[in-house]
């Protein structure tokens, strides 16, 4: 496979505003208990999640994260030069979102949509460099699903993990090449598209245990390469954020790969597996912690149905609160 490593160049990647939104109804895991045969005890168990957030449409959702992000970068609607929007519950089949979150936001560029599961807003930020690499000023990284409308709440296989929510960011060229996107992965096996799918019209049909399997195998391959293509060893990543999908998932790869809990930035009990949001809205958090600073390693990796991976390593310049 093509290495992927960037390491070096001038050209520079900055994150200088990132936002995430959550819609405000909630669904607790007592809630769903009443729909199914299930227990908050046994899904905190399981899974890690506590609840998920329900509301909203994809492009509502997507809209108000990247305002927020816009205005943390300071930067005007005319100041973006290409809308990505990572989504797998899209507000319709055609057309894509993008472009109605580009009118709401009053965006005056290309938009369109990145679908590629819950690896998507990692597919988007290297994509976004590739952009950054063509002249681009300034890109627009966007997450959002309204995960509600492809899950039925009352099964107790699927339901109980998914949410809705929205994470954005707006990424661009850095100068003073402090900030660098180090390397990436980037991968796909459609031999397993069925274990974990939506036929048009219908909700998500997953093999739990063998989307676990696959998970942890992707994470493990994904996360070595970008590492060895950076030429960076576990301990030299700072904060490692990882799709929400399940923590035992996370455990798993961690105990094989060597990163610990507290390298790792983690808001699956609050949120749930909101797909392709689930990454930015990790990060919008670790920020107001005060968990990056310039110069920090920082990985993200995403993983999920196609299946599809892709995990990013950036030398952190940009926003600190
Ligand atoms: N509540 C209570 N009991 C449940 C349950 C639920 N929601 N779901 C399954 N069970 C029961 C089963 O009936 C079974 O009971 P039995 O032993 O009496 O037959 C037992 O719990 C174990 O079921 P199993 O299907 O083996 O559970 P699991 O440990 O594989 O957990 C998932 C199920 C869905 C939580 C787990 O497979 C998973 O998270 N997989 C990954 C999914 C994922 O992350 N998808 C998104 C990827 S991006």
């Given at each position: 496979m093509a290495s992927h490593q960037l390491a070096g160049s001038s050209l520079g990647f900055r994150f200088s505003g990132v936002g995430s939104y959550l819609p405000a109804e909630i669904v607790t895991n007592d809630d769903l208990a009443e729909a199914m045969d299930s227990s908050d005890h046994w899904i905190r168990e399981r899974t890690g999640i506590g609840q998920r957030h329900v509301g909203g449409t994809t492009s509502e959702l997507a809209t108000e994260a990247a305002r927020a992000a816009m205005k943390r970068a300071n930067?005007?609607?005319?100041?973006?030069d290409q809308l990505l929007l990572a989504t797998t519950?899209?507000?319709?089949?055609?057309?894509?979102?993008a472009p109605a979150v580009a009118e709401a936001l009053g965006l005056d560029c290309g938009a369109l949509d990145i679908q590629a599961a819950c690896s998507g807003w990692v597919y988007g930020l290297v994509h976004a460099n590739g952009l950054l690499l063509q002249g681009m000023e300034r890109i627009l990284v966007v997450g959002a699903e309204a995960l509600d409308r492809i899950t039925d709440y009352t099964d107790r296989g699927t339901g109980i993990l998914f949410g809705n929510g929205a994470g954005a960011a707006v990424v661009e060229r850095d100068p003073s090449g402090e900030?660098?996107?180090l390397s990436f992965d980037l991968g796909a096996a459609g031999e397993f598209v069925h274990i974990l799918y939506a036929e048009h019209g219908d909700v998500l049909q997953m093999d739990g245990k063998e989307v676990f399997r696959q998970a942890v195998k992707a994470i493990l391959r994904s996360a070595n390469n970008a590492l060895d293509r950076a030429d960076l060893?576990?301990?030299?990543?700072d904060l490692v954020i990882p799709h929400q999908a399940n923590i035992r998932i996370v455990e798993s790869a961690w105990k094989k790969l060597g990163f610990s809990m507290e390298q790792t930035g983690m808001r699956l009990e609050e949120t749930g597996n909101t797909s392709a949001a689930s990454i930015p809205l990790v990060l919008d958090k670790m920020l107001d912690e005060g968990r990056l600073k310039s110069g920090d390693n920082v990985m993200f990796l995403g993983f999920g149905a196609g299946m599809t991976w892709a995990t990013t390593i950036h030398r952190w310049a940009g926003e600190s609160r």
């Open positions: 930067v005007g609607p005319d100041e973006i519950s899209p507000d319709y089949i055609c057309p894509g979102t900030g660098q996107l060893s576990v301990g030299e990543i």
